[in-house]
């Protein structure tokens, strides 16, 4: 495969990734929402190296700005989730052994 047919079939496992992320975003798990906007960042990543290829300078645009959002995300439900963790290892300290 030559390599503008590698660039141009890139588009669909962005658009996979994509779809995988938001479905971890819209999670109620912490752990999965903070993995969601790390998959975002993929997506990100193949859409700007298709977009390149493409001369979708618009398109690139876009997601340098969601990169950064998404940047910010990954890196508060980080903390988020690690706080959470830290919280239920403390509620697990307290509760009694069954003996």
Excluded: C, Y
Aim: charged letters at 25%; proline letters at 3%; aromatic letters at 12%.
């Amino acid at each position: 495969m030559d390599a503008d047919r590698l660039l141009d079939a890139i588009q669909w496992p962005a658009m996979a990734v994509t779809l995988l992320a938001a479905w971890l975003v819209a999670s109620r798990s912490p752990r999965r929402r903070a993995h969601g906007f790390w998959w975002f960042i993929a997506s990100n990543i193949l859409w700007i190296t298709w977009g390149w290829h493409d001369g979708a300078w618009a398109l690139i645009a876009l997601q340098v700005g969601l990169f950064t959002l998404n940047v910010r995300g990954a890196l508060k439900n980080e903390k988020e989730t690690e706080k959470q963790e830290e919280k239920s290892a403390s509620r697990n300290d307290k509760q009694p052994e069954n003996a």
